[in-house]
């Protein structure tokens, strides 16, 4: 039996909000769950300060303090203060001026190494500079100078120091941590409340001098004995931007320290993982725990050693190839002399691996490309999901398919043939890391098309990945490849692809 409603009934119902308003009840005002149709993230996903670290990509180490005039890598702790003596007032703003020269972001400055000796004027031991051997080094300050240096230059900046401390006579009780660690870290904390990172490395227990020769510590659980989850939490109350390194478990040492990650290398990784798989991360690990590779710019040790040569331009830029552009961070070291400054031959070197980024990886060809891709999300209230946002520039715009589908193409075409040598890829990791598996073909006729570097594991990308068209990251600027068209194949997604830039160069 069909239902007639009568015209003052639905006029009556349509009234009714009104009238309920009039009475004075509230009027609940309707709201969609997603207006902006943003994709569901793809967990775990990165804090805000690891994703400010990350876009740091690349920067320097500076290790330099006692084992410089020793000539010691690690020094046992008994080293008489006042053989640390500067034949200059040390210069970290020149450290940081090469650094920049390079193309670095910013630079992470070693002021406690496994011997105990503190860079600046401690109240935790009197195994630091105040004790100097001249005035040069009793006048150091090199947390105060380098923060300073930094934020003049507009860089990032960091600090390195050593849970582990060969000198400490503390080193293995409670008393050590809180008496010493603890407040070292709180007194380089109170440098800058803008630093980006703290460099905890994990070497820890064995010979040293620990106030006698005769004492001898095992090796420690470190993630309790330092009391990591309340360090963390402090060091953020105060710099909230500071990730963790290492020890800490805000990101990982790649593990290998020749400047390379691996090719499949997810910034997912449990952080009781242990340092066995670092190169290439966990598809399934539980934390967002990115990759940092350490690597040496000079021949001999992290410290300067009279006689060490400085690597190439091209060999450097092969290291930047195979971290930054393998979804990791490069913290390239090169270490300052007795003098307290850069040797000529590093300022020189730096130079020129600044003028091989920008001659190779600045003129972004995409960006005169028409981009065509063959699904795109549906647009949200003031948000689109179009090729074009892959192109303009904006790290907060991003292309991205719908929900469920998990492989795409990307085509580039041009209006002439193009020399083409590298592809960047970069992610948007606020979502998750998520792309699996994907191919760069090339073509002069949008036909007829060839895979490009196929000898290379074109699996994730992740904040960034950079591939040379021609395979070898050793000599990526030869053989350079000219096409028409340019495409790109993600082959699988942990869900709907997300890439928020493609150039190509």
Request: proline share 5%; hydrophobic share 35%.
């Amino acid at each position: 039996m069909k239902k007639f409603y009568s015209f003052s009934l639905l006029a009556g119902l349509a009234l009714a909000p009104y009238t309920a308003q009039a009475q004075g009840l509230p009027l609940v005002q309707q709201s969609l769950p997603n207006p902006t149709n943003e994709p569901t993230a793809v967990f775990p996903i990165p804090e805000e300060r690891q994703i400010l670290w990350q876009e740091t990509e690349f920067y320097a180490f500076f290790h330099y303090g006692m084992n410089t005039y020793t000539g010691l890598e690690w020094g046992m702790g008994n080293e008489s203060e006042s053989i640390f003596a500067p034949t200059a007032p040390p210069n970290p703003r020149q450290w940081l001026e090469a650094a920049q020269s390079a193309g670095m972001r910013g630079g992470i400055a070693v002021v406690k190494h496994h011997d105990g000796f503190c860079l600046w004027p401690t109240k935790t031991t009197t195994h630091n500079v105040t004790n100097a051997g001249n005035e040069n080094g009793r006048s150091t300050n090199i947390p105060r100078d380098f923060a300073d240096a930094a934020r003049a230059l507009n860089m990032k900046y960091g600090f390195y120091v050593s849970p582990w401390d060969r000198n400490s006579s503390l080193y293995g009780t409670p008393q050590y941590v809180n008496d010493v660690f603890l407040r070292q870290c709180a007194e380089l904390a109170d440098y800058g409340s803008d630093q980006f990172e703290m460099w905890f490395d994990g070497a820890n227990g064995g010979d040293g001098y620990y106030g006698n020769p005769t004492k001898s510590v095992r090796q420690i659980d470190r993630d309790i004995y330092y009391d990591i989850p309340n360090l963390r939490d402090s060091v953020h109350k105060v710099a909230p931007n500071c990730v963790m390194w290492g020890v800490g478990g805000e990101a990982r040492w790649i593990g290998n320290e020749q400047g390379w990650a691996g090719n499949t290398n997810w910034s997912t990784q449990d952080r009781e993982a242990g340092e066995s798989n670092n190169m290439y991360g966990d598809i399934n690990g539980f934390h967002w725990n990115p990759g940092e590779s350490d690597a040496k710019a000079t021949t001999l040790g992290w410290f300067w050693h009279d006689g060490e040569d400085i690597l190439s331009a091209e060999r450097l830029f092969q290291m930047y190839l195979e971290t930054v552009g393998r979804n990791a961070t490069l913290i390239l070291n090169i270490p300052p002399d007795k003098s307290g400054s850069l040797p000529p031959a590093t300022v020189t070197r730096m130079r020129e691996m600044g003028d091989m980024l920008k001659a190779r990886l600045s003129n972004d060809l995409a960006r005169t490309a028409t981009i065509t891709v063959n699904e795109e999300r549906t647009a949200g209230t003031g948000r689109t999901y179009t090729a074009q946002n892959l192109t303009d520039g904006d790290k907060t715009t991003y292309w991205a398919t719908q929900d469920g589908t998990t492989t795409a193409e990307i085509v580039l075409e041009w209006t002439a043939p193009q020399t083409l040598r590298y592809v960047d890829l970069m992610e948007y990791i606020r979502k998750g890391q998520r792309i699996k598996r994907f191919t760069i073909e090339t073509s002069t006729d949008g036909t007829s098309w060839t895979r490009r570097a196929s000898n290379i594991e074109t699996t994730t990308v992740g904040y960034k990945r950079i591939i040379p068209l021609n395979g070898n990251t050793a000599n990526s600027y030869a053989n350079p490849v000219t096409a028409k068209y340019l495409r790109i194949k993600i082959l699988d997604s942990k869900a709907c692809p997300l890439l928020h830039t493609l150039s190509v160069y």
